[in-house]
């Protein structure tokens, strides 16, 4: 184990020289990692790097964020866009797949950038902030389509918006008479909790119902600050969903899976997906045989409550959406 440096804990850790202060890489490493840094993003945030074990290479929190040399390496399985959003986009910002729900990315940028991430050639702190214009012209695409009726807004992740810019979009949204619902796609009631403000909080209280599918992969992410945040929402209203990705190393055993599960009920939240891996670039090292997966599905039953259980879904190839695993 390296010598514990003393760890900063009051900012987010976005560069290898970062990491190397915090004590979260060797210093050998460096080089290696400066050229996966000038690829793809890296953010860590005081919560997450807390729960860090420095020198443990197996610690699921770090397999999420730390970045590793083997994401220069691409398998020839590996797509830029595994999850074809770019075919399916009618105007900027927008991904419409199904008949009644469509996507709408307002920007690009995340609290963290987890390494396994399908659209990991597109976020970073740079932000992909959709421009005064392009919202406007994304809000008429959902005004002009009469048959959506559930907008899901994620990114990036949509939390990382001021609270005040996030209710003038869920605002408009709901104004609109076909909408029915919404959903927000996020990461930051567990991997940012401080985010989590009462103006946030007061922006879910809308005309229609405010979803929020709050991503999580590992039991240690709910921190008692965390789980402020979840009690904060629901008590608002704000029914709670938990997407899971299946990850080697960080929840493909019975009793991770099952601890995060439990976690995730405990702090009012209902698993809706556990996703298989998409072959993003470079991230092959986190990738479950799809049979392990179902014999841990299968362990599961019985073993939780019905309602803990998750859907295990992954996305076909050239956007045909998301199907079960079976
Ligand atoms: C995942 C996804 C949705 C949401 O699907 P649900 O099954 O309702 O969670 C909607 N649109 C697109 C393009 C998606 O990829
Ligand atoms: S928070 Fe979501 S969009 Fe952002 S890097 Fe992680 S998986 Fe990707």
Redesign the pocket.
């Known amino acids: 184990m390296p010598e514990p440096i003393a760890r900063d804990q009051s900012r987010t850790l976005r560069t290898p020289q970062d990491l190397l202060r915090a004590g979260l890489v060797a210093e050998a490493m460096l080089p290696a990692l400066e050229e996966v840094a000038a690829r793809y993003a890296t953010a860590i945030t005081p919560a997450m790097a807390a729960l860090i074990t420095p020198g443990d290479p197996a610690d699921p929190i770090g397999l999420q964020y730390l970045p590793d040399p083997a994401e220069l390496t691409i398998a020839p399985h590996e797509m830029e866009d595994p ?1 074809a ?1 770019a075919p ?1 986009t009618p105007v900027k910002g927008v ?4 008949p009644d ?3 709408l990315k307002p920007l690009l940028a995340c609290p963290v950038y987890c390494r396994f991430c399908f659209r990991r050639e597109k976020v970073g702190p740079d932000g992909g902030v959709l421009t005064e214009a392009e919202l406007e012209s994304a809000l008429l695409w959902f005004e002009g389509n009469t048959a959506i009726r559930e907008v ?1 807004l994620t990114g990036g992740d949509p939390l990382m918006l001021s609270a005040r810019r996030l209710g003038e979009i869920l605002g408009r949204l709901a104004g609109m008479a076909h909408i029915e619902t919404l959903r927000i796609h996020t990461r930051v009631p567990v991997a940012d909790p401080a985010r989590v403000t009462g103006a946030l909080v007061a922006a879910m209280r809308q005309a229609k119902p405010v979803f929020i599918a709050v991503h999580a992969n590992h039991a240690r992410e709910f921190t008692p600050d965390a789980a402020m945040a979840l009690a904060r929402l629901a008590e608002a209203g704000v029914p709670l969903l938990g997407q899971t990705v299946l990850l080697r190393g960080v929840n493909d055993e019975a009793p991770a899976l099952e601890a995060l599960l439990r976690a995730m009920i405990r702090n009012r939240i209902k698993p ?2 556990l996703h298989s891996l998409d072959p993003a670039p470079g991230t092959a090292r986190f990738q479950v045989p799809e049979d392990d997966g179902l014999a841990l599905m299968a362990a599961l039953r019985g073993r939780l409550p019905g309602h803990a259980l998750p859907f295990f879904v992954r ?1 076909t190839p050239m956007g045909g ?2 199907k079960a695993v079976s």
């Open positions: 999850t959003d399916f991904v419409h797949r199904y729900r469509a996507l899901i809706y997906y996305e959406g998301k």
